[in-house]
């Protein structure tokens, strides 16, 4: 079982930067897939980006050029660094935990946490 808790959401001017974090619990967090989607109001759930066990990653066309992911496996920790954010990527933003087989598609993944609201102003 893994529970993931994000944080580092918030309101920022366009052009701004976040950082957010995910907290997992669990032993085995180094063998797990780690990745961030999105959702905004009436639209599907959006493949940010992924981090596999080997430190690999993949981006979404969102996050190509302004955003990076990162692990830190001592601490069970997850990050998206986020720059030049605009409007588009308000949405809920949320930490996602799979298999050594998960990519981009949301139902690769098994565990999900609650969310946390990104907000950029024009």
């Known amino acids: 079982q893994v529970q993931l808790v994000e944080s580092g959401g918030g309101l920022v001017q366009a052009g701004g930067s976040l950082r957010l974090s995910c907290a997992a619990s669990?032993?085995?967090?180094?063998?797990?897939?780690m990745a961030w989607f999105r959702q905004a109001p009436g639209k599907e759930r959006e493949f940010v980006a992924l981090?596999?066990?080997?430190?690999?990653?993949t981006y979404g066309d969102p996050a190509k050029g302004r955003f990076a992911i990162s692990r830190d496996n001592a601490r069970n920790m997850v990050y998206l660094q986020m720059n030049s954010l605009n409007p588009e990527d308000t949405a809920i933003y949320y930490c996602?935990?799979?298999?050594?087989?998960?990519?981009?598609?949301?139902?690769?993944?098994?565990?999900w946490g609650q969310g946390t609201q990104v907000t950029a102003s024009s």
């Open positions: 981090i596999w066990r080997s430190g690999a990653i």
């Open positions: 996602a935990a799979g298999g050594v087989r998960a990519g981009y598609r949301a139902d690769d993944y098994d565990y």
């Open positions: 669990g032993r085995t967090f180094s063998t797990w897939t």
